[in-house]
C-alpha cells in the first residue's frame, strides 16, 4: 500500500491527532523552543508555515538545534 494512499485514508485521522497532542501542545519544552528561537524572535512565516522556511524543522536542522538546546543534556 502507497505511503499517499494510507494518508489520504481515515486510519490515519487518530495517529495525526495523538501527534498533534504530543508534539504540539502543552508547555513548551527546551528543545521545542530551540527549534522555534528563529520563528519566536523574528515571527516569519506565521505559525504554520514557519515550519517550512527557517530550517529548523527539518530532520537535520530539529538534530542540530535540539542538541545544542542544553549543555548538560548529553544525547
Given at each position: 500500500?502507497?505511503?499517499?494512499?494510507?494518508?489520504?485514508?481515515?486510519?490515519?485521522?487518530?495517529?495525526?491527532?495523538?501527534?498533534?497532542?504530543?508534539?504540539?501542545?502543552?508547555?513548551?519544552?527546551?528543545?521545542d523552543?530551540?527549534?522555534?528561537?528563529?520563528?519566536?524572535?523574528?515571527?516569519?512565516?506565521?505559525?504554520?508555515?514557519?515550519?517550512?522556511?527557517?530550517?529548523?524543522?527539518?530532520?537535520?536542522?530539529?538534530?542540530?538545534?535540539?542538541?545544542?538546546?542544553?549543555?548538560?543534556?548529553?544525547?
Open positions: 500500500m502507497c505511503a499517499n494512499t494510507l494518508s489520504a485514508t481515515e486510519f490515519v485521522k487518530p495517529i495525526e491527532s495523538f501527534l498533534s497532542q504530543t508534539f504540539n501542545e502543552g508547555i513548551p519544552s527546551i528543545y523552543k530551540a527549534m522555534d528561537a528563529v520563528y519566536n524572535s523574528t515571527n516569519i512565516g506565521g505559525g504554520n508555515l514557519h515550519r517550512l522556511s527557517d530550517n529548523s524543522h527539518t530532520l537535520w536542522g530539529a538534530w542540530d538545534k535540539c542538541k545544542n538546546a542544553s549543555e548538560y543534556d548529553s544525547l
